[in-house]
């Protein structure tokens, strides 16, 4: 998978050349790119935003700048068109569905923005030419989109085929059956007079399969009732219900 990253802090996206990713990229598996929005300004200030039509606070991501990025980094070949992200508050919920849909793209390209946001035209514009996706990690509002990538391209990395180095451990995430995932233990059996729950020493490997589920349905149930509830009703078996 080929990923590009345009902002104006290409320092931000070091981390994406860190520790599980890093070695992604060093095995070939992922190819990033990161270009400095700046580089496409004509100006002595190198400005990348301008006061917004119809006032208000904030500043404005000018188009110019961001048409010249985007068209040097997409190219132009009509054949060969990355999906773009734009992280953004006002976007639609990031979740691991998004995160499986991504990882089956040969390419991304993110655009970070900052201040109120990218001018919407140039949304519009490559709208019509590749998709175009505003997304959003969570109901808060970080001071720009380069920390949002950070966390979707993390999201999306550990999908791909041989990134992980146990290829289970994505298929057994929370989410992935959509329900939390309950907890975990590993040695000593006792650490401050808290032991391990006896079935999981038990070797039975169906009552612990049983157990972990209840975990997790009890978990989703209490942190997360918005998922049980999303929960097609083929999803939950006879002692599922029961619980
Ligand atoms: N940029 C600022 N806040 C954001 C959020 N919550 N998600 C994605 N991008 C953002």
Redesign the pocket.
């Known amino acids: 998978m080929r990923i590009d990253v345009i902002t104006i802090f290409p320092g931000y996206l070091d981390p994406l050349r860190e520790a599980l990713l890093g070695k992604a990229v060093d095995r070939g598996l992922i190819e990033i790119g990161v270009h400095d929005l700046r580089d496409w300004t004509h100006d002595v200030h190198r400005a990348v935003d301008d006061s917004p039509y119809g006032g208000g606070p904030g500043m404005v991501m000018k188009p110019q700048v961001w048409g010249a990025a985007l068209d040097a980094v997409c190219g132009t070949d009509p054949d060969r068109r990355p999906r773009l992200v734009v992280?953004?508050?006002s976007?639609r919920p990031f979740t691991q569905a998004v995160a499986r849909e991504y990882a089956a793209e040969p390419w991304l390209v993110f655009a970070c923005?900052r201040y109120e946001g990218i001018d919407q035209r140039v949304l519009d514009h490559y709208a019509e030419r590749m998709p175009v996706d505003e997304?959003?990690?969570?109901d808060?509002?970080?001071?720009?989109?380069e920390v949002?990538v950070l966390v979707i391209v993390e999201a999306v990395a550990r999908l791909l085929p041989g990134v992980l180095g146990n290829p289970a451990s994505a298929a057994e995430d929370s989410f992935s059956d959509g329900l939390l995932e309950g907890p975990c233990y590993t040695r000593p059996e006792v650490w401050r007079g808290r032991e391990v729950p006896d079935v999981l020493r038990s070797g039975n490997h169906a009552a612990i399969a049983r157990w972990r589920r209840d975990r997790a349905l009890e978990r989703t149930f209490h942190r997360r009732p918005d998922l049980l509830a999303a929960l097609p009703p083929e999803a939950l078996d006879r002692h599922d219900r029961k619980l």
């Open positions: 992280p953004t508050p976007g923005g997304v959003s990690i969570g808060y509002v970080l001071v720009g989109g949002a």
